[in-house]
């Protein structure tokens, strides 16, 4: 894996977070902490997929969340603001939206095809598989930031 392809997932994360968190008024101070954070779990996810581990989605995107989480929970002590200031605007980019996509082309495939009497299997394993990944994933994201808050607090209180 290039250092070039990392930067650039990581950028376009950075972006896609600068952009949800200017909509949902998070602070114009914060803006750039929300793309770093962003960019680092959305680096971690896709180095996990890309690198030798060549982990899944599910569980890269879990590691990713975990990382946003514990640098999230950190930054906003720092900051004295909301942890969800910086974490919600940092997962976005790591939302399953080609899965999500799938889930509602393969459901109204399977009407279609449904309605018009023509076997229509094939739609209805593709949209189960689709809905079940958009699930996991989120699943997975929301228990890893989750994951991360709790672990920084149980470090704070060690430390």
């Not at 950028?11 to 949800?20: D, N, P, S, T």
């Not at 599910?58 to 906003?76: E, K, N």
């Not at 809905?131 to 704070?156: C, D, K, P, Q």
């Amino acid at each position: 894996m290039e250092m070039n392809t990392l930067l650039t997932d990581g950028l376009f994360a950075c972006m896609a977070a600068i952009g949800f968190g200017s909509i949902n008024n998070t602070p114009r101070g914060l803006l750039p902490w929300c793309g770093l954070i962003a960019a680092l779990g959305h680096a971690t996810r896709f180095a996990l997929m890309h690198s030798s581990f060549h982990l899944n989605i599910i569980l890269a995107g879990f590691a990713g969340s975990i990382c946003i989480g514990i640098i999230s929970s950190f930054a906003s002590r720092h900051y004295r603001c909301p942890y969800e200031v910086l974490a919600f605007p940092a997962l976005l980019p790591m939302i399953p939206g080609m899965y999500a996509y799938g889930t509602i082309q393969a459901l109204i495939c399977y009407l279609q095809f449904n309605a018009a009497g023509t076997p229509s299997e094939h739609y209805l394993n593709i949209l189960a598989y689709n809905a079940i990944m958009t699930l996991l994933i989120i699943l997975f994201m929301v228990v890893g930031v989750l994951v991360g808050i709790f672990a920084s607090r149980i470090f704070r209180t060690f430390s």
